[in-house]
């Protein structure tokens, strides 16, 4: 019991530090100084790493910066749009500190689902996926567009991406999961629907029971119409952007 209190105590000043790196990516020293009121010589040691805060003054960090902290918005911040509206979030996937915090929230969210597996499709899906999944103590399913040699059988759901007009598939092993298990769909970006309507089709022909889908941004309203969810599976999405104009 001891032991167990001591790593709560830990990831309590843990998260707190990553809260103030991820502010100071946008946030002066000075103008954390004022937001906090501690010394700069202070903030700069947790953020390097140097040293953890207490446990009474990690409460006390963690709720300030909770305050000023959006999620959402530092999501936006990084999807970027070129002239024909296709979208890069490469900055997106790879912050490692801000999907470690998006987790922790979406397994909150989802905790009371029982989720014992996180399916997603490569590969995108794979770093936010794969954060979810340890913090529900679940497994990570991956949907592939190929099959793997050395996987005798798949179940698979072919789909036709609207801007490709090509029919594509997606696979998973036979025995990814059952019947008993609970499924989570979490995905990157969702757009036009058409790749994560598969995800939902595998979870059905493998005969597991979808409980919630989370996309960690959604792109304009076409998607909706391609997402038949079953009446008690959660939805949620962390951003939601408008369809960018295209320039011709």
Not at 32 to 56: C, D, E, F, M, Q
Not at 139 to 157: P, Q, S
Not at 225 to 232: N, R, V, Y
């Amino acid at each position: 019991m001891i032991k167990e209190t001591h790593v709560v105590d830990l990831q309590r000043r843990m998260e707190a530090v990553e809260l103030l790196k991820l502010m100071k990516e946008h946030y002066t020293y000075e103008e954390l100084h004022a937001l906090t009121g501690l010394p700069i010589t202070v903030l700069n040691r947790y953020v390097k790493g140097h040293v953890l805060p207490s446990r009474s003054r990690a409460e006390e960090l963690f709720k300030t910066l909770s305050e000023k902290l959006s999620l959402e918005e530092e999501v936006v911040r990084r999807i970027k749009f070129d002239e024909k509206g296709y979208f890069d979030n490469t900055a997106l996937i790879s912050d490692t500190l801000l999907l470690r915090l998006i987790a922790k929230k979406v397994a909150k969210s989802f905790y009371d689902k029982k989720v014992t597996v996180v399916l997603t499709a490569a590969v995108d899906g794979i770093p936010i996926a794969t954060h979810v999944a340890n913090l529900l103590d679940a497994k990570v399913v991956i949907a592939k567009r190929e099959r793997e040699v050395g996987v005798r059988r798949f179940i698979e759901e072919n789909y036709v991406p609207s801007f490709s007009g090509v029919v594509m598939t997606l696979y998973i092993p036979q025995n990814a999961f059952s019947h008993k298990d609970n499924v989570l769909i979490v995905d990157d970006v969702v757009r036009t629907g058409e790749t994560q309507k598969a995800l939902v089709s595998l979870t059905e022909k493998a005969g597991g029971k979808l409980v919630g889908v989370f996309f960690l941004v959604a792109i304009g309203e076409t998607w909706i119409k391609h997402m038949k969810l079953p009446d008690e599976c959660k939805l949620e999405i962390l951003a939601k952007l408008p369809e960018p104009k295209r320039s011709e």
